[in-house]
């Protein structure tokens, strides 16, 4: 019982590559979320998906793209990375508003 | 859309003393509100929630309470050990789907 993984836990990029940060959850929670941490910002949405086969905006999605492959599965796509994107990004799923959160995948955008 | 203030920034509390932490939140249709710790280095963890129809809720050395016509809620951690050292956030939803997170406490218990 892993409850909520992701990939990679590091990883570095030169502006303008792209790179899937990926998810997976086997806490069979309907909803899955990414947010990203920077210094004195708390955490912010990015992206959601409230069931299978849905997905919303959160408060900061430009530069981001999301898929909901499966009940188990959220990735983040970032199709051409920015020095703003460096920062700590985390998947999280949840049921009933608790959410429960990843280990994190540290990028950085050079 | 739901904006949380969190204050204070920072805490610095002697071991054994009482911290408190207090968000304010601006959507008067939240009716819940989670706090999370963070070690440095690890990721947020649930460690006690409240909803709009309670009042107060406690787990040990840690509760919440809640006032809805002032539209804000804390979190009391009596007996601080150094083990509380961490960062705090408070969050607060209306949907039981998105949260909205304050900026976060830094808590430092001095031995």
């Known amino acids: 019982n892993a409850g909520v993984t992701q990939t990679p836990k590091f990883q570095v990029l030169k502006t303008g590559q792209s790179m899937t940060l990926q998810c997976a959850q086997d806490?069979?929670?309907?909803?899955m979320y990414w947010y990203r941490q920077d210094p004195g910002m708390g955490l912010r949405l990015i992206y959601y998906s409230a069931s299978e086969g849905t997905t919303d905006k959160g408060e900061v999605p430009n530069g981001y793209n999301v898929s909901r492959l499966n009940k188990r599965e959220f990735s983040l796509r970032l199709e051409s990375a920015a020095p703003s994107q460096t920062s700590v990004y985390f998947c999280a799923t949840g049921q009933a508003g608790e959410q429960y959160f990843g280990p994190g995948t540290r990028l950085t955008v050079t | 859309g739901e904006n949380v203030e969190q204050h204070p920034s920072t805490l610095s509390v002697q071991e054994g003393d009482s911290a408190v932490i207090k968000c304010t939140y601006s959507?008067?249709?939240?009716?819940?509100f989670p706090w999370y710790k963070q070690e440095l280095g690890k990721r947020p963890q649930l460690i006690i929630d409240i909803r709009s129809n309670v009042g107060e809720k406690k787990d040990q050395r840690i509760a919440v309470t809640l006032n809805k016509t002032a539209k804000h809620f804390s979190l009391h951690i009596t007996e601080t050990q150094p083990e509380d050292s961490a960062v705090y956030f408070c969050?607060?939803?209306?949907?039981?789907?998105?949260?909205?997170f304050g900026a976060g406490t830094t808590v430092t218990v001095r031995a």
């Open positions: 969050a607060a939803s209306y949907d039981d789907y998105k949260l909205s």
């Open positions: 806490m069979n929670h309907n909803s």
């Open positions: 959507d008067s249709a939240s009716n819940y």
